[in-house]
């Protein structure tokens, strides 16, 4: 099996390339390392990779944080399958790296153990011609994010605190978002929310504990909806919401609306945007459908 790594400099807010680089080589001389050049680099390499070496197994490690993982994820996801075996690891060395959270207390960073570790098959989300391995997130989610991709480089601001610049940043336009939401063909919510997020994974944002019911490989969606509320009822939600109890108290229960399902489509009855794994992606209507183990994700030894 070949073993390609396919690393973002842009990661974690300073280049670390080099020294990484270093690392894998140590470990295993003969794997091959591409970095990454712009934005959706790493898609189109993973494509054209498998593209010029038509029938060999190999493992690509996206080293990144969500965003890098979600491209390269997209790229094996676009490529014709021709039967041989593809796999997906991640070494985290972004700013949020919220899909490796899912494995609680097994190390990601630990790249001889990456690479003695074993693949197994997760659910990826389809977003029309996306992708997106983690969480999809509409209303002031979506809007954090968006605040987020602006000042995850700024110090003070950015860096481990960019999720919470974007949530105060967000207070005052995005706490009000009207849309349409069907699961499964099924009208299941008409009106205004707070947020909206539709998880394969259990985590977003740096931590936040948003879909804790989450199973990333029983072929079903989670979505939760939050109503809107005033500025200082969601100042004592939000420590519900990263801890993963919103759907737990009694006394949140009027406040949360969950769901299951495989197909999920949200129409904003305008034009807007949704975070597909902290990309922002803009649009009218947004359909996202998941594919029941779809990759093989490895985890570490």
């Given at each position: ?207 936040y504990h948003c879909a804790p019911r989450a199973v990333n490989d029983d072929g079903l969606l989670e979505v939760m909806a939050v109503t809107p509320m005033s500025v200082a009822r969601f100042a004592k939600l939000i420590k519900y919401y ?60």
């Open positions: 099996m070949k073993h390609v790594f396919v690393v973002n400099p842009c990661a974690g807010g300073h280049d670390g390339s080099g020294e990484l680089a270093i690392k894998i080589h140590d470990i295993l001389r003969e794997a091959e390392v591409y970095t990454t050049v712009a934005p959706r680099d790493a898609t189109r390499f993973v494509r054209r990779w498998l593209d010029d070496h038509a029938g060999e197994a190999v493992r690509f490690y996206a080293c990144g944080g969500d965003g890098t993982l979600n491209e390269v994820v997209s790229g094996v996801m676009a490529a014709k399958s021709d039967g041989r075996s593809v796999e997906v690891a991640c070494y985290p060395c972004g700013s949020g790296d919220d899909f490796v959270r899912y494995w609680q207390g097994v190390d990601f960073t630990d790249i001889a153990a990456l690479v003695d570790g074993e693949a197994v098959p997760v659910d990826v989300m389809r977003l029309g011609d996306r992708y997106c391995v983690n969480t999809l997130n509409y209303g002031f989610e979506a809007a954090v994010c968006y605040t987020m991709a602006t000042v995850r480089r700024v110090p003070l601001v950015g860096g481990s605190m960019a999720y919470t610049t974007g949530i105060v940043a967000s207070l005052a336009t995005g706490r009000r978002n009207r849309c349409r939401v069907t699961v499964d063909g099924e009208l299941w919510l008409d009106g205004e929310v707070l947020l909206l997020s539709v998880a394969n994974g259990q985590y977003a944002g740096g931590g990263k801890n993963g109890e919103l759907l737990d108290r009694e006394e949140l229960r009027a406040l949360v609306s969950y769901r299951r399902g495989s197909r999920v489509v949200i129409d904003p009855l305008r034009d807007s945007y949704v975070a597909t794994d902290g990309e922002i992606v803009p649009g009218r209507r947004f359909e996202a459908e998941c594919l029941h183990r779809a990759i093989n994700f490895v985890i570490p030894k």
